[in-house]
């Protein structure tokens, strides 16, 4: 019975991939393509834990527990757990090679400087993020253009968007095999952008904002071009998110809420608490 269990979560977690992926009732672009991608893996880490806390003793159901998927479920949260620790390790590694770089003030934000001639912009860390800006930046950009960077930067801060992708990206790594994973999480890191967007025009003109965009996808381009094997700028750019520079620049004189971060809808999410109901029923 456990293993059916385990099926059904399967089949389920690939149709909401599969269904919201193509529908949106309704729905924003923020709640599609979090539900998308939040709900399968966490059903799955859901009936996992259900299927270790039953055992592999006793029945379900009338139907006998088998030893075979309680050691698939142990080898799935073992594997998640791995996963956390490996990209907790490598957060925590970031986190200290920054801490060597030197700080300035720049337009009354602490910003550590990366000695790097790539125009590179960012916020590091877990609940409280550091700002890192590079050489490359401060030399492109001039001093109107750089506090609308900055106030793109703030806004990351603000809605601690390096703690919560900490926690969608280990949600990506245990679902790596699941459908549409990297396409969801690029549609989430497209939204994210747009939503730090939106949150900075509120301080600067959105004109210089998108002019900034441009200027800062030209130069790294420029950079590329002539450095095509560069390791820097494998490191540092996101190539989906610059495909998709447009949409960005769109979106800062788009007013449709359709685009817009209204919270999470979370009675949706709660949903894949349902296979901890099934423990009960074993005996």
């Given amino acids: 019975m456990h293993l059916v269990m385990i099926f059904l979560a399967l089949v389920v977690a690939i149709g909401i991939r599969l269904i919201f992926s193509l529908y949106s009732y309704g729905l924003s672009c923020w709640q599609r393509s979090l539900l998308a991608f939040m709900a399968p893996p966490l059903l799955l880490l859901m009936t996992a834990i259900a299927v270790i806390f039953m055992g592999y003793h006793g029945e379900m159901l009338g139907f006998q527990a088998s030893l075979f998927s309680y050691l698939l479920a142990v080898f799935f949260l073992l594997f998640s757990f791995i996963r956390g620790l490996e990209i907790t390790f490598q957060g925590c ?17 602490q910003a ?35 506090k609308a960077v900055i106030a793109h930067e703030q806004a990351h801060a603000y809605y601690h968007d390096t703690f919560w992708f900490f926690w969608l990206g280990w949600l990506k790594r245990i679902s790596f095999w699941l459908p549409k994973t990297n396409k969801l999480w690029q549609d989430l890191l497209l939204l994210r ?30 950079i590329v071009r002539e450095n095509p094997l560069g390791i820097v700028a494998v490191g540092f750019h996101d190539l989906d998110l610059e495909n998709r520079l447009e949409e960005r620049i769109n979106a800062l004189f788009d007013e449709s809420d359709y685009i817009s971060f209204k919270g999470i809808e979370w009675c949706p999410v709660l949903i894949t608490l349902l296979p901890l109901v099934s423990i009960p029923f074993h005996c």
């Fill in 193 to 222: 952008e747009i939503r730090a967007d939106q949150k900075a025009v509120q301080k600067v003109d959105p004109l210089i904002l998108a002019e900034s965009l441009l200027i800062i996808a030209q130069e790294i381009n420029k």
């Fill in 93 to 109: 590694s970031s986190l200290q090679k920054i801490k060597s770089y030197p700080q300035k003030n720049i337009y009354n934000s």
């Fill in 112 to 146: 550590r400087i990366l000695e790097t001639d790539l125009p590179y912009s960012a916020q590091v860390g877990f609940w409280d993020s550091e700002l890192i800006i590079s050489n490359g930046i401060l030399s492109t950009l001039d001093n109107e253009h750089l």
